[in-house]
T-cell receptor, first 113, second 111 residues
């Protein structure tokens, strides 16, 4: 399968714990995006990378959130001291360059108890 | 700030009927996308609309774009149950590389 992959697909954690998600983009795609989707809402942009550089961060990305793409390939999104409000589907997408269609992964569903 | 609005938010329709979902956006757009999402699943790309007057059709779905009116429509012809899902439009602008999504339209098709 050469699509965008995300791991894990589901994560249940207790409030206050740290969690980390991984996204593997389509190979050779230099741009990688993270979105968050809460129940009943459309996805909201969190951040994106071009190669290893993080070029934009949404104000939704509080200081408890950190994203990396150390070698310009896969990316990780870490949430520290999780809160119940962090419960959502976290979607990753990738594309090749500007103004090209983004392809979405299956998402990671986070539930914070 | 770019805003994207869809209506209706919820649509319950009988099989065989036609209906249209509307997507309005507030600033100039480079591209407009339509996605389908089934419950608990990720986004499936349906259409990419690039220019004014663009029209694309796939099966019972047809999408169009009017950049002057900043309006896109998704028309459903002779609905079938398999079309039941949530449909999102999303806009990509020249000033940013992110997608701004609409609120979604939850479509339910019943016999």
């Amino acid at each position: 399968d050469t699509g965008v992959s995300q791991d894990p697909r589901h994560k249940i954690t207790k409030r206050g714990q740290n969690v980390t998600f991984r996204c593997d983009p389509i190979s050779e795609h230099n741009r990688l995006y993270w979105y968050r989707q809460t129940l009943g809402q459309g996805p909201e942009f969190l951040t994106y990378f071009q190669n290893e550089a993080q070029l934009e961060k949404s104000r939704l990305l509080s200081d408890r959130f950190s994203a990396e793409r150390p070698k310009g390939s896969f990316s990780t999104l870490e949430i520290q001291r999780t809160e119940q409000g962090d419960s959502a589907m976290y979607l990753c997408a990738s594309n090749q360059g500007r103004i090209n269609e983004q392809f979405f992964g299956p998402g990671t569903r986070l539930t914070v108890l | 700030e770019l805003k994207v609005e869809q209506n209706p938010l919820f649509l319950s329709m009988q099989e065989g009927k036609n209906y249209t979902i509307y997507c309005n956006y507030s600033t100039t757009s480079d591209r407009l996308y339509w996605y389908r999402q089934d419950p608990g699943k990720s986004l499936e790309s349906l259409f990419v609309l690039l220019s004014n007057g663009a029209v694309k059709q796939e099966g019972r779905l047809m999408a169009s774009l009017d950049t002057k009116a900043r309006l896109s429509t998704l028309h459903i012809t002779a609905a079938v149950h398999d079309l039941s899902a949530t449909y999102f439009c999303a806009v990509e602008t020249r000033s940013t590389d992110k997608l701004i999504f609409g609120t979604g339209t939850r479509l339910q098709v019943f016999p």
